[in-house]
């Protein structure tokens, strides 16, 4: 890992942005709360935050930190088929925030997709990026 010792602790927070594409039908069940496995929001919310907690263990090299805030959220497009999840994550400490956000909405969107899984084969998780940081050395960054 690298050595974080000397740097400042500092406020950090990473906003990520997920998305999953399927069937218009499909996205619809899930707004409607109508898909066999339940709450897919709601079970993608939790697990999102649960894997954000465990991302030192999860992703080699990287810093376990002790989060302040995770928070993820999802807002269902039933027309277009989408589902967009937004994961935040803050802390204060040395090192930055950005894979714990990127995490949770990784597992988040993997979570929907198995909850979705027997509806519609053709569900697919299209993107996962970075949308804002900030804090430490290298200030404020967002996504153009």
Known sequence: MVDVGAKPVT??????????????????????????????????????????????????????????HVEVDGVIDAAAGTIVLTG???????TGVEMEA???VSVAALTVYDMVKGLDKGVEITEVVLLEKSGGRSGHWVRS
């Open 88 to 94: 935040t994550a803050s802390v204060t400490a040395r």
């Open 102 to 104: 990127m995490t949770a």
């Open 11 to 68: 406020a950090r927070t990473a906003v990520a942005r997920a998305t999953v594409r399927m069937g218009a039908q499909t996205a619809a069940r899930v707004a409607a709360g109508d898909a066999p496995k339940g709450d897919v929001l709601g079970v993608a919310r939790i697990a999102g935050i649960q894997a954000a907690k465990r991302t030192g263990e999860l992703i080699p090299l990287c810093h376990p930190i002790g989060l302040d």
